[in-house]
């Protein structure tokens, strides 16, 4: 990947792709949600994070690109760069 294209995210496609996927692990795992404690320490791992798209609030890794607000809620999630683990 070069560097603009980090920059930017991954394309709409594989932004879709990835998220379908947490969706399902999401279905699977109960629906189930981490607690304020974990999800506010999640997204301040997240903000010091140079992945992070400050402005949209989204993960810039080729592998997510989601929504921080949601995947960082979801128990059934982690972070692509494993800077936080699924519970």
């Not at 629906?31 to 999640?42: I, N, P, S």
């Not at 791992?45 to 979801?74: H, M, Y």
Request: one cysteine or more.
């Amino acid at each position: 990947m070069n560097d603009s294209s980090k920059a930017s995210g991954p394309g709409l496609i594989r932004k879709a792709a990835n998220f379908g996927k947490a969706v399902v692990k999401h279905v699977a795992d109960g629906g189930k949600h981490v607690t304020d404690e974990v999800y506010l320490a999640r997204l301040s791992v997240c903000a010091n994070c140079p992945s992070l798209d400050p402005q949209k609030l989204r993960c810039k890794e080729r592998t997510c690109g989601c929504r921080l607000k949601t995947k960082a809620r979801w128990r059934s999630e982690s972070c692509p760069l494993q800077k936080w683990p699924a519970v």
